[in-house]
Nanobody, 115 residues
Framework: QVQLVESGGGLVQPGGSLRLSCVAS????????MSWYRQAPGKERELVAV????????NYADSVKGRFSISRDNAENTVYLQMNSLKPEDTAVYYC????????WGQGTQVTVSS
């Protein structure tokens, strides 16, 4: 059974940091491109960051470049999203996504940036 389980979300003040984790099971994690998406209320889901299967290459949405960092540990079947200098506009549900021949989604974790 395929599972992607996100954790690490919560309430943080502007300028703060959070680290999201996504633990995968039920598929060959090291063969999949991993991504983080987010969806704010009333908005479409958007791509935040993506990392190749080996971790050799990453890419980011312009809105998070220089503030967010995606990484993975293939030995632990885990992908991370380090989020620094958080802004209120980063408030959203963050989803982990695995892509290869199939696409798998996690259930999401809420990130709220507010004073």
């Amino acid at each position: 059974q395929v599972q992607l389980v996100e954790s690490g979300g919560g309430l943080v003040q502007p300028g703060g940091s959070l680290r999201l984790s996504c633990v995968a099971s039920g598929f060959t994690f090291s063969s999949y491109v991993m991504s983080w998406y987010r969806q704010a209320p009333g908005k479409e889901r958007e791509l935040v960051a993506v990392i190749t299967s080996t971790g050799s290459s990453t890419n980011y949405a312009d809105s998070v470049k220089g503030r967010f960092s995606i990484s993975r540990d293939n030995a632990e079947n885990t992908v991370y999203l380090q989020m620094n200098s958080l802004k209120p506009e980063d408030t959203a549900v963050y989803y982990c996504c695995a892509t290869r021949l199939s696409i798998y989604w996690g259930q999401g974790t809420q990130v709220t940036v507010s004073s």
